[in-house]
């Protein structure tokens, strides 16, 4: 079945640092989106991809879409103390399932 | 504007009893789903529903049933809750290919 996976499962920065986390499926996604969840809370929607290769931008946040459609990342420049929280991607396949991947916790310190 | 509603928000459960967790949107969504999250592992599906009446098993759907009888409404069931079981559980709602909605979550604990 479809699997997502995601690396780091932690990230520890100082503020000002830069931090990717990736996303990789075992099969060919329609799409990808990205989630955050700050602690105690729900995930919450940032962004989805579509198209193959596509690349997104959020202020500090770069989003992208592999070429295959199988793999993702996110990127956030000079971190901030309110980036702390889990970063999701989720997938959806054939069937419609949304699928989440494992998760990067990130740490920022002050 | 409420979103997505679940109830309860926390519930404390003896091995073997059972309960319904309720998933409540008011977006007119056709798609609901349900997740499970536990430390280190993400938020992994239950079960789907792509429409009233209709549901799929998702990545983890052993001890739970659903049922959707009605378009607004995605109920988890546990029929003899496990301590495996405690975990914190979370409702989406979307419309085709679009952002999922998330309740607050449900902290569901099996003793």
């Known amino acids: 079945g479809q699997q997502v996976m995601q690396i780091p499962q932690y990230q520890h920065v100082q503020e000002g640092e830069d931090f990717t986390t990736y996303c990789n499926s075992s099969?060919?996604?329609?799409?990808i989106q990205w989630y955050k969840q700050r602690p105690g809370g729900h995930p919450v929607f940032l962004i989805q991809l579509v198209k193959s290769g596509e690349v997104k931008k959020q202020k500090r946040l770069t989003f992208q879409f592999g070429e295959a459609k199988k793999n993702s990342s996110l990127h956030i420049t000079a971190t901030q103390t309110t980036d702390v929280g889990t970063y999701f991607c989720a997938g959806r396949g054939a069937t419609n399932k949304l699928i989440f991947g494992t998760g990067t916790l990130l740490a920022v310190q002050p | 504007n409420a979103g997505v509603t679940q109830t309860p928000k926390f519930r404390v459960l003896k091995t073997g009893q059972s309960m319904t967790l309720l998933c409540a949107q008011d977006?007119?969504?056709?798609?609901m789903y349900w997740y499970r999250q536990d430390p280190g592992m993400g938020l992994r599906l239950i079960h789907y529903?792509?429409?009233?009446?209709?549901?799929a098993k998702g990545e983890v759907p052993d001890g739970y049933n659903v049922s959707r009888l009605k378009k607004q409404n995605f109920l988890l069931g546990l029929e003899s809750a496990a301590p495996s079981q405690t975990s914190v559980y979370f409702c989406?709602?979307?419309?085709?290919?679009?952002?999922?909605?998330f309740g607050q979550g449900t902290r569901l604990t099996v003793v």
């Open positions: 989406a709602s979307t419309r085709r290919n679009t952002e999922a909605f």
């Open positions: 099969t060919t996604l329609s799409n």
């Open positions: 529903s792509v429409g009233e009446g209709t549901t």
């Open positions: 977006m007119n969504h056709e798609y």
